[in-house]
């Protein structure tokens, strides 16, 4: 095959991806043999679903941004067995295409393993007519779902609730957390605060950096842990900046910011590297989701956010 043959062809793909802009779909993608069902790329161990609009709106209130995109607005809750069967049957019934740029998200499908949310789709129920686009988040594969079949398969599911929480007291919002996990009800945390408020009291972050050398990861965290060997503690990397002067990069600097979760008796006895920014004691601010019957027993642990 010629070049310019192998670019018209990449053209020619391209105009029949799943972003196509009329009104229905006329050619489906030719990505899988299309007298064989699509396999529907389902985790295995996922025992409930999820599905709420994509908050992609303006918000009633400012707290709404912190959840974004996950809307209150709606919530649909499938956990049973049959109805998890027809969402596969759905997806297996449809096209399947391969990277799609770009649709956009109207509604996201969480999936779950108890209280676990372990993979996101989202859904394009918009650009077309008589077809919705489920697709993975990084648009690495999608489906073309018949939106009667969609809109049917939303029918069967139960909706539920929430309730909101924020608060700086952490002994009670863990006592929620356990009820939580014994009662299956999975939590949304706000992008705002970090979810490791379950487990740590606060965080505080420290800079290395190097001139000349490169940064060895590896013996960072060794380091840290032969210092504290007992201790309760998680390391994140959050940032890393890299420059250099010269060709030979014998001049380089490289700078990394860690992120420490712990305590604060963890946080006054780490001297290990320098410079460390101040303590900040963690904050709890998170959507509790399912049944009113099963969140109005949390009320008598704790108050719900105030409106």
């Not at 969480?110 to 077809?131: G, H, P, Q």
């Not at 990084?138 to 069967?156: A, D, M, R």
């Not at 032969?226 to 490289?254: H, T, V």
């Amino acid at each position: 095959m010629t070049r310019q043959a192998y670019i018209i062809l990449i053209l020619i793909s391209t105009l029949f991806g799943c972003n196509q802009k009329t009104e229905e779909i006329k050619v489906q993608p030719k990505v899988v043999n299309e007298k064989e069902n699509v396999k529907a790329e389902i985790p295995i161990k996922r025992n409930k679903i999820i599905i709420t609009h994509y908050d992609n709106y303006v918000p009633d209130s400012k707290s709404t941004l912190n959840y974004s995109p996950f809307s209150t607005d709606i919530i649909y809750e499938t956990s049973d067995t049959t109805i998890l069967n027809q969402f596969d049957k759905m997806l297996n019934d449809s096209f399947k295409t391969g990277y799609c740029c770009c649709p956009r998200p109207n509604f996201t499908i969480a999936f779950y393993d108890k209280t676990n949310n372990y993979e996101n789709y989202f859904v394009d129920t918009l650009e077309y007519r008589d077809t919705v686009i489920i697709y993975e988040v990084s648009f690495q594969f999608s489906y073309l779902v018949n939106k009667k079949k969609w809109s049917s398969f939303l029918t069967h599911m139960n909706t539920i609730s929430f309730n909101e929480y924020f608060t700086s007291d952490l002994k009670k919002a863990r006592i929620i957390y356990d009820y939580t996990l014994k009662n299956d009800l999975p939590i949304v945390t706000s992008n705002r605060v970090s979810k490791e408020w379950m487990l740590y009291d606060g965080d505080f972050k420290f800079k290395i950096s190097l001139v000349g050398e490169d940064v060895d990861l590896d013996k960072i965290y060794d380091n840290i842990k032969k210092a504290y060997p007992n201790d309760k503690y998680k390391i994140e990397q959050i940032s890393r900046y890299r420059n250099c002067g010269s060709s030979k990069k014998n001049d380089c600097y490289e700078e990394y910011v860690f992120q420490v979760f712990c305590s604060k008796d963890f946080y006054d006895r780490f001297n290990i590297y320098e410079p460390k920014s101040a303590y900040e004691d963690a904050l709890a601010e998170f959507y509790v989701i399912g049944s009113r019957a099963k969140l109005d027993k949390i009320d008598a642990i704790a108050e719900k956010e105030k409106e």
